[in-house]
């Protein structure tokens, strides 16, 4: 009895968006949703072939799942993705109080937004930048784009050199904020 | 002379497109396979396949003109196709070919040439009483010269490679201090991609429409025109969406125009298929761009509305036939629209998506033609460009077209790669597009959020992540504690348990 308990309170999942919104559910694996003050069905369906879609009042929602690591997933929606940390109650809570704490750090990283090739480095280390200042030209799909910098701050590293190749995501360099 | 074979130097949907026809017509198609996409849908499409997999130098497969005509000789082929990139607008190429005695089909090598020389084409336009942009004569040779003809004409300015197309090699410079740096970006990238970093400069018209006009020449000196193509929609000069017709021209505009691109093309005694580009601003005044000597990725809105297969007249007229059609037989029937599918992420500014597209399905409907060249299992390789399918929507009107579109697109469905599928979405959601009101800044000023989805899909996202969560929290709940060697444990699992 007191185990059954204890299952019932765990059931409770947040799904955190990368825009930081919040969406509870209160009972996930009984495939329905609270929507506007009432209890709403979900199905989840497979065609024949082999895509997964969502029925959701009477419509069809095609479902891809590109990205699932530990409680991060990424979920395509009708060619749409979106981004977010499955999360408990207590996880959320213990979160918060994380970013909260991290709101001191000041040195941000500029990644490559795509797979390519360095180019041009366009700054030193300890060059001041500016926001939307152009920092690197990276070649990809045989077109030359210039990465800038999304704050203002000082170049403290840079991790890459001309010619090099790099994957997207990779960090081209740091800068500090200010 | 027949042409009984046809070798295709290029590979995916314009190979399967090329082979279509050749089937129709009776002629035997060749393919090259490379190693860097050996199992690709084009290979099987075609009669015989040319294999390209081991490499003996750097040279790009589709580029490699002597490899590819010495193949052509070993296996007897009649004629080549280049398709379009590639080999398509090189000189040199369509001249070898016509020196081994096999045909080419596009245009002579002189008409390559002159059409491909901006500064060559320029003099052309003008001296047949086209309308053109002020600019430099001719390329410019360094940052300083480029700076004294931008005082002249005026800023802004566009650089363009001379030997350019598809958007590489062009830059846009709004302010003095940024000519200097946008010259070196222009001559590096056009250095790169033609070989060649000369460079132009000409006034650039901020906020134009970019319309081109279909020309089909024989080798007769017949010339008409096929109407033309509204391709405003572009990013960073890379077009995403192309109609025919377009809804900024009348006929007596399109008579003015149309007539203009056969002045152009008669100029060099163009035959095949070609397209002659022009700027019209908000005024309908319109300006000389330039003109591609191939056949274009948005060929089929021209084929849905003037219902003529545009790679059956370059065989035929490679083949020296005469147009079967003069300019009053050409009717235009109907809106046709072609929405590129690409491999790219809408939602990180269009960055490339590569990977495996595990699925792909559209909707069957005499509406719809998909011209594509990848089906479940093919691979989005970072060798060639991202484009994975064209969807083409014919309808009686525009506003049919549109409506088509939007059912179309949203039972298009592609799994396992990120697709530009949401960005036709947000075109078709906005007011001024569905008004026919737009211009090539619309993507920078008019359309705010490139990508488009319903209130609720984010719900629904939420929910199947949280779901997922669930089930495999759920899955391992009553599982014992200790971990079996060789497998490992999520640790977020653990950490639950520990809790």
Redesign the interface.
């Known amino acids: 009895m007191a185990r059954e308990v204890k299952k019932k309170k765990s059931?409770k999942?947040?799904?955190l968006?990368s825009a930081n919104?919040a969406?509870e559910?209160n009972k996930?694996?009984e495939?329905s949703?609270k929507?506007q003050g009432k209890k709403v069905d979900?199905k989840?369906r497979e065609d024949p072939?082999?895509?997964s879609y969502?029925v959701?009042?009477n419509k069809k929602?095609?479902?891809?799942?590109?990205e699932?690591n530990?409680?991060r997933?990424t979920?395509?929606?009708?060619?749409?993705?979106?981004s977010?940390t499955?999360e408990?109650p207590?996880s959320l809570k213990r979160r918060r109080f994380l970013e909260q704490q991290g709101e001191s750090s000041s040195v941000v990283s500029i990644e490559a937004?795509?797979?390519g090739k360095i180019?041009d480095l366009l700054v030193e280390e300890g060059a001041e930048v500016k926001q939307g200042e152009p920092i690197i030209?990276l070649?990809?799909?045989?077109?030359?784009n210039?990465i800038s910098s999304h704050v203002t701050g000082v170049v403290q590293s840079i991790s890459v050199k001309k010619n090099d190749s790099v994957m997207?995501d990779d960090v081209l360099l740091y800068i500090r904020k200010g | 002379m027949k042409i009984n074979s046809i070798l295709i130097a290029n590979r995916g949907e314009i190979a399967i497109r090329i082979i279509r026809t050749a089937k129709k017509m009776g002629i035997r198609s060749y393919a090259i396979k490379t190693s860097k996409e050996p199992n690709a849908w084009y290979l099987e499409e075609a009669d015989e396949i040319i294999d390209f997999s081991e490499c003996f130098d750097d040279t790009p497969e589709f580029l490699d003109i002597e490899r590819i005509i010495y193949n052509a000789k070993e296996h007897k082929v009649d004629a080549i196709h280049p398709g379009y990139g590639f080999l398509a607008e090189n000189p040199d190429f369509a001249r070898r070919c016509e020196e081994e005695d096999i045909v080419f089909i596009g245009p002579s090598h002189d008409a390559i040439y002159r059409m491909g020389n901006k500064t060559i084409a320029k003099e052309l336009a003008k001296k047949n009483k086209v309308p053109l942009l002020g600019g430099s004569k001719g390329t410019v040779a360094d940052p300083e010269e480029a700076k004294q003809i931008a005082d002249q004409v005026g800023y802004p300015v566009i650089l363009k490679a001379a030997a350019g197309g598809g958007?590489?090699g062009m830059r846009v410079v709004e302010k003095e201090k940024d000519i200097e740096r946008m010259f070196n970006?222009a001559t590096?990238?056009a250095e790169?991609?033609f070989n060649n970093p000369a460079v132009f400069i000409e006034k650039f018209v901020r906020e134009p429409r970019h319309i081109e006009f279909q020309i089909l020449g024989d080798k007769h000196g017949n010339v008409v025109h096929l109407g033309e193509r509204e391709c405003s929609i572009q990013r960073?000069h890379q077009k995403l969406l192309e109609e025919s017709p377009s809804p900024a021209l009348d006929p007596a505009l399109r008579k003015k125009m149309g007539d203009a691109a056969i002045r152009i093309a008669k100029s060099v005694n163009y035959f095949s298929a070609g397209t002659v580009e022009f700027l019209l601003d908000d005024q309908n005044y319109f300006s000389f761009m330039e003109m591609n000597t191939r056949i274009q990725v948005e060929h089929p809105v021209t084929e849905m509305v003037t219902g003529i297969d545009l790679i059956e007249q370059m065989i035929l007229i490679a083949e020296g036939k005469k147009l079967p059609f003069s300019q009053d037989d050409i009717k235009l029937n109907g809106w046709a629209i072609e929405w590129r599918i690409n491999a790219e992420?809408v939602?990180?500014?269009f960055?490339?998506s590569?990977g495996t597209i595990?699925?792909i399905?559209w909707p069957e409907s005499d509406h719809i033609r998909v011209d594509t060249g990848v089906r479940d299992g093919s691979v989005i390789t970072?060798y060639y460009?991202?484009m994975i399918a064209k969807l083409i929507i014919h309808a009686e009107t525009r506003e049919k077209a549109l409506q088509q579109s939007s059912i179309a697109i949203?039972k298009f469905?592609?799994?396992?790669t990120?697709?530009t599928?949401?960005f036709c979405?947000a075109v078709l959601q906005n007011r001024n597009f569905r008004k026919g009101k737009f211009n090539t800044s619309f993507l920078s000023k008019e359309l705010k959020i490139h990508?488009?989805?319903?209130p609720?899909?984010?719900?629904?996202?939420?929910?199947?992540?949280?779901?997922?969560?669930?089930?495999e929290v759920?899955e391992h709940e009553d599982k014992p504690l200790y971990v079996e060697k060789g497998k490992e444990i999520?640790?977020?699992l653990l950490n639950?348990r520990l809790?």
């Open positions: 059931t999942l947040i799904a968006s919104k969406y559910f996930p694996l495939k949703i929507y979900i989840l072939n082999g895509f969502i959701w009042k929602y095609m479902l891809d799942v590109i699932k530990q409680n997933y979920i395509m929606i009708n060619g749409v993705w979106h977010f499955v408990t207590i937004p795509m797979p180019i030209i070649e990809a799909m045989k077109m030359q210039e997207k | 958007g590489r970006l590096n990238e790169k991609a960073k992420d939602q990180s500014g960055s490339p590569l595990e699925k399905s970072p460009d991202s949203r469905w592609i799994k396992g990120k697709t599928l949401a979405r990508y488009h989805h319903e609720d899909e984010e719900l629904l996202a939420a929910f199947f992540a949280a779901y997922d969560y669930a089930r759920h999520a640790p977020w639950k809790r």
